[in-house]
């Protein structure tokens, strides 16, 4: 059975530091992202990464605050966010797809899982 598990999230202060873990079980993806929802509005693509970690993507809101990187020897992904703002306030949710392609399309992702809840104050 595939499983994503979420760990991580918290509430900070702006200016902070937060660092995000998915486990993932079952299988293991070529691809992994991270996406987040925000109250009253769409789920939005953050970060993605590939097998080797050597191709990455980034929404341009968090270019430069934030670092997706993976660990495949342990099944886990990771989003270190750096410089946080209350506009990063969000659920934020882990996925994974088989395909070689890094997509930053939230339907082109076959799993998902739980979220883990972000809260950055002013």
């Known amino acids: 059975q595939v499983q994503l598990v979420e760990s991580g999230g918290g509430l900070v202060q702006a200016g902070g530091s937060l660092r995000l873990s998915c486990a993932a079980s079952?299988?293991?993806?070529?691809?992994m992202g991270w996406f987040r929802q925000a109250p009253g509005k769409e789920r939005e693509f953050v970060a993605a990464?590939?097998?080797?970690?050597?191709?990455?993507r980034y929404a341009d809101s968090v270019k430069g605050r934030f670092t997706i990187s993976r660990d495949n020897a342990k099944n886990m992904v990771y989003l270190q966010m750096n410089s946080l703002k209350p506009e990063d306030t969000a659920g934020y949710y882990c996925?994974?797809?088989?395909?070689?392609?890094?997509?930053?399309?939230?339907?082109?992702?076959?799993?998902w899982g739980q979220g883990t809840q972000v809260t950055v104050s002013s």
């Open positions: 079952g299988r293991t993806f070529h691809t």
């Open positions: 996925a994974a797809r088989a395909s070689i392609v890094v997509v930053t399309t939230g339907n082109d992702y076959n799993y």
């Open positions: 990464i590939g097998w080797s970690g050597g191709t990455t």
